[in-house]
């Protein structure tokens, strides 16, 4: 079957899938995946993240005058750095008052008047995974274990909008461990009983390193999250923490490519928040309020381009964890870039998925079937006949990778989009020299090209490059990607 219409019997059966689904969260957010931003690799490397309520506001003011609040970044996230303790007398949730004076629901407020919206953090287990960014011996920090409903309630009555539950220190003093898949389902439910909708993360990555391995309930419900996940929160996370590194980002996209056939509208696969421009600094002096907006970045440019794009592709939530404090260019050309955020906001709301071309079998079936339609005279059929077996071979083309092949260094994502489009990203995967890669038209988009070609425009360009009608080819440095946008030349319809 094409790939055209393995697109059309799984978009059929997707739909017959989410009418007879039991969704245990039912807040109606999330249509889109959100946008927003988290202080985890801002004054420091990823995972520093001591936040406060100076620098909240600070994030929070400026994603207003730097023109993200327009774009759509409405969510400011704060993550693993502001609990304290719980009330002694009413057992309440307590954020850490020498950072947060005012209090959560003070931080709320403000965030609210700048037209913009509220997240917190905790965990389904004991503590939070780095207590809050105290010392380990610090048992004083506490998670929500034993407190959903109560915690739950206590966010609502903070306005809170947006709530991430991470799943750490998870095993009991009797020696039980928490299951994950029973735990987020309580918390699920206590969310939706607050009457307020609020955006709910599920971040059981630490679940996929699992203390208790021998327990097999357990261990099933760590390894099979895609399958119920979606069904009690907006998004849930689909690997470990994302970390300021290309060989992290690199095994995340091999790990994370199947994750598109198990998102949907109100339930994204979250790849994480990008570090776009690059980390903080380990250097305490380079940090915040003396040195705000210094980094210490680990990627190139290009490397940040894949990245942030590969987000985009695979719609996953889009959340900002370096410093926007102070720009720097890759950061305002990417961030802000209006092709590639309505292509994350496409109104079909369909994941991209990194595909497979078999070009040989594709182009073959494809020249038969234009042959057997007579699209092209006669003479011209008997020289593709007379030529078929270089113009099929995947590899015809000195030098030249082909994105999509197995044994090729490139990948290929497509995301389809409305008026019969489609995304597609082409990515380098290779590490060393320039690297030519092309694109068989023929396999990606079937009859499509028959009857007229497809028009091709670069996107982080914003440059139209022509009708094509069998192979596009461009060049990509070593871990290098690029954003194409494809319509039918010769236009049948749209949705």
């Known amino acids: 079957m094409s790939l055209i219409g393995?697109?059309?019997?799984?978009?059929?059966?997707?739909?017959?899938?989410?009418a007879f689904d039991t969704v245990a969260l039912d807040n109606g957010?999330?249509?889109l995946p959100p946008r927003g931003i988290n202080p985890w690799c801002v004054e420091g490397p990823c995972a520093w993240d001591r936040c406060s309520e100076e620098m909240i506001f600070s994030l929070a003011d400026t994603v207003v005058t730097s023109g993200l609040r327009e774009a759509g970044y409405e969510y400011v996230h704060i993550d693993d750095c502001w609990v304290g303790s719980r009330n002694k007398s009413t057992s309440v949730l307590q954020p850490d008052y020498d950072r947060f004076p005012n209090g959560m629901k003070y931080v709320a407020d403000h965030i609210h008047s700048l037209g913009l919206k509220f997240g917190i953090y905790s965990s389904v287990g004991l503590h939070p995974c780095t207590h809050g960014q105290y010392p380990r011996e610090n048992e004083s920090v506490p998670g929500s274990w034993g407190f959903y409903e109560m915690?739950?309630?206590t966010f609502a009555n903070w306005g809170v909008d947006m709530v991430k539950m991470d799943f750490c220190?998870?095993?009991?003093s009797n020696g039980t461990q928490i299951n994950p898949r029973q735990a987020y389902t309580a918390f699920s439910q206590a969310l939706n009983h607050t009457g307020r909708p609020m955006y709910f993360v599920l971040a059981a990555s630490e679940c996929m390193h699992p203390p208790h391995a021998g327990d097999?309930?357990?261990?099933?419900?760590?390894?099979?999250q895609e399958l119920w996940a979606p069904e009690l929160a907006?998004?849930?996370?689909l690997g470990r923490d994302h970390h300021d590194r290309f060989d992290q980002l690199s095994a995340e996209i091999a790990a994370n490519a199947v994750a598109g056939k198990f998102s949907r509208p109100g339930a994204w696969g979250d790849w994480d928040?990008?570090?776009?421009?690059?980390q903080g600094c380990s250097d305490p002096a380079r940090r915040f309020p003396n040195g705000a907006g210094i980094r210490c970045p680990n990627m190139t440019a290009a490397e940040y381009q894949t990245e942030f794009c590969i987000w985009v592709m695979a719609t996953s939530p889009l959340f900002i964890q370096s410093d926007i404090r102070n720009w720097t260019a890759d950061m305002q050309r990417l961030l802000l870039h209006d092709e590639l955020l309505d292509i994350h906001w496409d109104r079909r709301a369909v994941a991209g998925t990194r595909i497979s071309t078999r070009v040989f079998s594709h182009t073959t079936c494809f020249i038969a079937l234009a042959i057997q339609l007579q699209f092209i005279s006669l003479d011209v059929r008997r020289l593709i006949l007379h030529f078929l077996p270089d113009i099929t071979n995947p590899r015809h083309a000195s030098g030249t990778a082909f994105c999509g092949d197995p044994e090729s260094p490139c990948d290929l994502w497509t995301k389809p989009l409305v008026g019969n489009a489609t995304a597609v990203l082409l990515f380098n995967t290779a590490t060393t020299g320039l690297?030519?890669?092309?694109m068989n038209l023929s396999a990606v988009f079937g009859a499509t090209v028959a009857l007229g070609g497809v028009r091709v425009r670069d996107v982080v360009a914003r440059q139209d490059l022509g009708v094509y009608h069998t192979l596009f080819t461009t060049a990509l440095t070593p871990h290098a990607s690029a954003v194409y946008r494809i319509t039918p030349a010769h236009t049948l319809g749209t949705d």
């Open 151 to 153: 915690d739950a309630k």
């Open 234 to 237: 907006n998004a849930w996370r």
């Open 216 to 224: 097999p309930a357990w261990q099933h419900d760590c390894n099979t």
């Open 273 to 278: 928040a990008v570090v776009t421009g690059g």
């Open 6 to 18: 393995d697109l059309v019997c799984y978009s059929g059966a997707l739909v017959l899938l989410h």
């Open 435 to 438: 690297a030519r890669v092309a």
């Open 29 to 31: 957010l999330a249509l």
């Open 169 to 172: 220190d998870t095993v009991l």
